[in-house]
């Protein structure tokens, strides 16, 4: 049975930083596309970004683009995502999903599998 858990949130400053790690079991990770996803209060769950299943090709939702880094290490089964300069925006419940498919893809309903998320708050 494939399981999804998520680490490392937590409560930050605006302009500080977190690394989330998304550790999978169950199956070999290099079978699965790989998201982070997010939903805050009141909104609806967003892709936040995506890594193919090889880690050769990556996607940003456009407000985190250049401030965020997926990365994944297949042989730890781990993903990661690096969060640098925080805004107060970013504070949500974070979310990795697996995909059984090679490529990416930003719709919610395209993942298979789901993390219980982890939150992460961005307050002076």
């Known amino acids: 049975q494939l399981q999804l858990v998520e680490s490392g949130g937590g409560l930050v400053q605006p302009g500080g930083s977190l690394r989330l790690s998304c550790a999978v079991s169950?199956?070999?990770?290099?079978?699965?596309?790989i998201g982070w996803f997010r939903q805050a209060p009141g909104k609806e769950r967003e892709g936040v970004s995506c890594i193919n299943s090889s880690g050769g090709s990556t996607n940003y939702l456009g407000s985190v683009k250049g401030r965020f880094t997926i990365s994944r290490d297949n042989a730890k089964k781990t993903v990661y995502l690096q969060m640098n300069s925080l805004k107060p925006e970013d504070t949500a419940v974070y979310y990795c999903?697996?995909?059984?498919?090679?490529?990416?893809?930003?719709?919610?309903?395209?993942?298979?599998?789901w993390g219980q998320g982890t939150q992460v708050t961005v307050s002076s």
């Open positions: 169950g199956f070999p990770l290099d079978m699965f596309a």
């Open positions: 999903a697996a995909r059984l498919t090679p490529l990416c893809t930003s719709s919610v309903s395209g993942f298979d599998s």
